[in-house]
């Protein structure tokens, strides 16, 4: 079973495929945008000694050469060094402006190489193979790569489509269950933000997703890629409404930057607890139903994510100290911090027009509960 995504961005424009045994066919399918039947690609340690030799093999069924690079698997590989490293590796490789280079792996390396082929020969194609459910849902599509700086996360990117997303379902079955889980942040995030009908579907049946139910796993992975295909056609570059898809990050980020973006903390559980806030926030300002909070917490705790910020181990500034931290996100617009609301679940909106003692209230009873 496989399903099929379409990007509508005129002339970058591109499919998601999703389903499992996309690696045995990624052959048959990036064939169609090679003018020479060759191929380099990008992936990191641990993501490598697993689906590496998958993605050859697909490769060669359809007589595609491939050349390849592993990088170190972490975070601290989405930096300068490692952008010069494989820029260096592909213009070594001779890599030239038709040629298509590939990205196989999470959220840093889908970042990285699609950074490094926006800037290579002043852009190259490339093709996202992502290997982890946040990537599958989120980061290879959309076109935002980019790598950090020591100014902060995400600081030097570019918006680069990519001209193919292959979200292989069947390697998530490699995944440990924290990293399926932190990914399931983002999931059930775009039902937050937009589609009440799948957050009640989520409520039913993530659990079947998160226990390896594959037709569970396409739906949900389908249906977050439907909805952010749909506000990127919307607004590529987030002059307004992609900034939907950052429910729960001003939270997150605080907590990402508190926590030393360290494994007490990963990414999608940031947002999993982020969400949360957002609607306790929401729900204060009087613009969503009082139980939505709650119910919110009770379906992420029963999936058995982080949920509330006593789910961080070790300490966390106080709320003042997270509000600062809140204001150096860099969605800050003209000193103002640009917050994802919601009116009720499916119903998020952008506004500016948040009240910093309410959010420092909201803080502080969540710091109590610790
Ligand atoms: N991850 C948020 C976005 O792609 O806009």
């Known amino acids: 079973m496989q399903e099929t995504v379409h990007v509508g961005l005129g002339d970058r424009a591109y499919d998601i495929h999703i ?11 990036i064939a169609p945008l090679l003018r020479r039947q060759r191929v380099a690609v990008i992936s990191d340690e641990n993501v490598a000694a697993l689906h590496l030799d998958g993605l050859k093999d697909g490769l060669q069924a359809a007589g595609i050469e491939m050349v390849s690079k592993v990088l170190p698997a972490g975070e601290s590989t989405k930096s300068w060094p490692y952008l010069t490293e494989t820029v260096e590796w592909l213009l070594d490789q001779k890599v030239e402006r038709s040629d298509v280079v590939v990205a196989l792996g999470g959220g840093v390396i889908g970042d990285l190489v699609g950074f490094a082929a926006a800037v290579l020969r002043r852009g190259v194609r490339f093709v996202q193979i992502p290997t982890s459910l946040l990537a599958q849902v989120d980061s290879s599509v959309g076109g935002k790569t980019g790598i950090n700086s020591p100014h902060g996360k995400n ?3 570019a918006f680069h489509q990519p001209s193919l997303v292959l979200a292989d379902t069947a390697v998530l079955g490699t995944l440990k269950e924290r990293d399926f889980l932190a990914g399931y942040g983002e ?5 937050l933000l937009g589609d009440f009908e799948f957050f ?9 997703a998160a226990a390896g139910d594959m037709d569970a796993r396409i ?6 890629v439907e909805m952010k295909a749909e506000i990127v056609e919307r607004d590529e570059t987030e002059q307004g409404d992609r900034a939907l898809l950052n429910l729960g990050h001003t939270f997150c980020h605080a907590l990402e930057a508190a926590t030393g973006y360290s494994d007490r903390l990963l990414h999608g559980e940031g947002v ?9 926030v929401s729900a204060r300002m009087g613009l969503c139903p009082q139980e939505d909070p709650s119910r919110i917490r009770s379906h992420l705790r029963e999936m058995g994510t982080k949920v509330d910020l006593s789910d961080i181990p070790g300490d966390l500034p106080d709320a003042d100290g997270l509000l600062d931290l809140m204001a150096q ?4 617009v003209a000193g103002k911090l640009n917050f994802i609301l919601a009116r009720g679940i499916g119903q998020a909106f952008v506004t500016s027009d948040v009240d910093r003692d309410l959010v420092r ?6 710091l109590a509960a610790r």
Do not use: H
């Not at 999931?187 to 039902?191: A, F, L």
């Not at 996100?329 to 800050?332: G, H, L, Q």
């Open 19 to 29: 389903g499992p045994g996309l690696l045995a066919r990624s052959g048959e399918l």
């Open 155 to 157: 600081l030097v990117g």
């Open 187 to 191: 999931v059930v995030k775009y039902g």
């Open 200 to 208: 009640q579907w989520l409520e039913k049946n993530a659990s079947r």
């Open 219 to 224: 739906y949900a992975v389908k249906r977050s």
């Open 272 to 280: 999993a607890i982020g969400c949360a806030l957002a609607f306790e």
């Open 329 to 332: 996100d860099k969605k800050v």
């Open 361 to 366: 209230g909201v803080l502080q009873e969540a």
